[in-house]
C-alpha cells in the first residue's frame, strides 16, 4: 500500500473513532462476538443473534484492509490489519442478512460471504 492510501486509512478509521462510529467499549455490558476477517472468510461464518438485542462485533483481521458490511442493514466498517474495530449491531427485525468485504481483497474476494442470522426469541 503506498503512504499516500495509508495516510488516508489512518485518518478516516481516527475520524470514525472520535465521531463514536467505533464504540471503544460494549455499551451498558452487552454481548461481545469475535470475528476474525482474513481472505477469504469470517469466523464465524454465521453470526446468531436475537430480535431486540444489540451486540458489539470487535471485528479484527491480520493480512490486508477489508471492508465489512450488512447492506441490507446499512451497516459497513473497514478492517484494518492489527487493530479491532467494534461495530453495534441491532436484531431490529428477524431475517438472514448478508455480510460482504467490500473492499477488494485478492483472487477469493467474491467467494467471501457470512451471515447474520437474527430469531425471534
Known amino acids: 500500500m503506498d503512504r499516500r492510501?495509508?495516510?488516508l486509512v489512518v485518518a478516516f478509521t481516527a475520524a470514525g473513532v472520535a465521531a463514536g462510529a467505533w464504540p471503544e467499549k460494549?455499551?451498558?455490558g452487552?454481548?461481545?462476538?469475535e470475528v476474525?476477517?482474513?481472505?477469504?472468510e469470517f469466523t464465524p461464518e454465521t453470526i446468531d443473534i436475537s430480535t431486540g438485542e444489540t451486540v458489539i462485533?470487535?471485528?479484527r483481521c491480520d493480512?490486508?484492509?477489508?471492508?465489512?458490511?450488512i447492506p441490507e442493514l446499512s451497516l459497513r466498517v473497514d478492517v484494518v490489519p492489527g487493530r479491532?474495530?467494534?461495530?453495534a449491531v441491532s436484531g431490529s427485525r428477524a431475517g438472514r442478512f448478508a455480510v460482504l468485504c467490500d473492499n477488494f481483497c485478492g483472487?477469493?474476494?467474491d467467494r467471501m460471504v457470512g451471515t447474520l442470522r437474527v430469531t425471534d426469541r
Open 5 to 7: 492510501r495509508r495516510r
Open 26 to 28: 460494549s455499551p451498558g
Open 30 to 33: 452487552g454481548r461481545r462476538i
Open 36 to 40: 476474525v476477517v482474513r481472505r477469504f
Open 57 to 59: 462485533l470487535a471485528l
Open 63 to 69: 493480512d490486508v484492509i477489508h471492508g465489512f458490511a
Open 84 to 87: 479491532t474495530v467494534e461495530l
Open 107 to 109: 483472487d477469493g474476494h
